[in-house]
């Protein structure tokens, strides 16, 4: 439940980042009537999300035996690898992220692109919302019982909870460290779901000799 909580708050807390500097520069910018679109992309990307769960709901539905555990297996090994390099790749780029947003808003205003700001919204939304999915269902798949989808809310609540504390001015959170403590707890999640994912697909190869 914990590892749930977690992705979902990680996952949520940097969609909403996103979308909170998009906000903010199209409000300095003297631009507020490009906000629904910033909106729009946000509904975009949580429905792509949504569509993409259900997707891989039908999936593994399909599959019994062997070739689910495969299944469960390969996209545990899937998603370990995709945390890893989630958490390397904000590392590196946390620093840059808030200028390289408002230099593609700015770009777009200057060009007179604004739906460009929405594509921009929608993209960052859904690659989020993506993880997202891709995460919760290794995890699901890693620790099965009842109450991760309490735990997927919980993290989500928090998560908007502490973006509008953040943007309103009423709490400073230094973001690196909290996204270099949360990386790090996640990477032994990964390192967790890769050892469950190769344990997984060991036992069916070797099964099968």
């Known amino acids: 439940m914990t590892a749930v909580s977690l992705i979902t708050l990680r996952e949520t807390l940097e969609a909403s980042l996103l979308v909170g500097i998009v906000l ?59 945390i890893a390099w989630m958490v390397v790749w904000m590392f590196r780029q946390s620093a840059a992220i808030r200028a390289n947003l408002e230099q593609k808003v700015k770009l777009h205003l200057a060009n007179e692109h604004p739906l460009g700001i929405f594509f921009l919204v929608f993209v960052s939304t859904a690659r989020e919302g993506v993880e997202t999915v891709i995460f919760l269902q290794a995890a699901l798949m890693h620790a099965e019982g009842e109450g991760h989808v ?8 928090v998560a908007v909870l502490l973006s509008y504390v953040l943007f309103a001015g009423m709490l400073r959170l230094p973001l690196r460290l909290f996204f270099l403590v949360t990386g790090a707890v996640l990477c032994l999640f990964a390192a967790d779901l890769a050892i469950d994912g190769m344990h997984t697909i060991g036992n069916i190869l070797f099964a099968a000799v």
């Open 24 to 82: 903010a520069c199209l409000r300095r910018s003297g631009e507020g009537q490009y906000t629904v679109l910033v909106w729009l992309g946000v509904f975009a990307g949580v429905v792509m999300s949504l569509m993409l769960a259900g997707l891989f709901a039908l999936l593994s539905g399909g599959f019994h035996g062997r070739t689910q555990a495969l299944y469960q297996g390969g996209a545990m090994l899937f998603a370990a690898v995709l």
């Open 150 to 157: 309490l735990a997927a809310l919980l993290g989500i609540a």
